[in-house]
């Protein structure tokens, strides 16, 4: 078998790629957890589609990438920490465009007298990316959840919903 330096630039490539989109799932649950909006609006095209109907939310919306953090920011500034655990279990790249399921697990924490201080989700993200001059770059999100754990107060609480 007989390697060619295309191949091998190819090779190359596909590896650069994997590493980039692995680190853009790792970053977009790292800027949640360090309150780093200028990271978080840096993962993503101008415009793009999201869905989080699984937690929050009314189903796919198209909306634009700084509305989207405008939304998040209160959110996670309501909860004194929170940790994201995420890495990439499926890759799928064509050209500039990328299909990954990623791991979701999430833990909010509030101290609170409505029970326990953490609640806990835990399920998988379908994520679609597109490679952009300086990075791979979200345009899609849909979030699903295999189950909740813990006081779901907290999520309400910061989500500005509790009762």
Do not use: C
Not at 21 to 33: E, H, K, N, R, T
Not at 45 to 62: K, V, Y
Not at 107 to 119: A, S
Not at 144 to 159: M, Q, S, Y
């Amino acid at each position: 078998m007989s390697i060619t330096i295309d191949s091998i630039s190819e090779r190359l490539q596909s590896l650069l790629d994997r590493e980039a989109i692995g680190q853009a799932i790792v970053s977009y649950g790292l800027s949640f957890d360090r309150r780093d909006w200028a990271l978080q609006r840096a993962l993503f095209l101008d415009e793009i589609e999201m869905d989080f109907s699984a937690s929050i939310g009314a189903g796919l919306t198209t909306m634009k990438a700084d509305d989207w953090v405008a939304g998040v920011r209160p959110f996670f500034e309501a909860l004194p920490a929170t940790q994201h655990i995420a890495y990439p279990l499926k890759m799928e790249i064509t050209g500039d465009e990328a299909y990954v399921v990623s791991l979701l697990h999430a833990q909010h924490y509030l101290p609170n007298k409505m029970g326990e201080p953490v609640q806990r989700m835990v399920g998988w993200y379908e994520n679609w990316l597109v490679r952009s001059v300086e990075s791979w770059k979200f345009r899609k999100m849909v979030q699903h959840i295999d189950w909740n754990e813990g006081n779901w107060w907290i999520f309400e609480k910061a989500a500005g919903t509790a009762k």
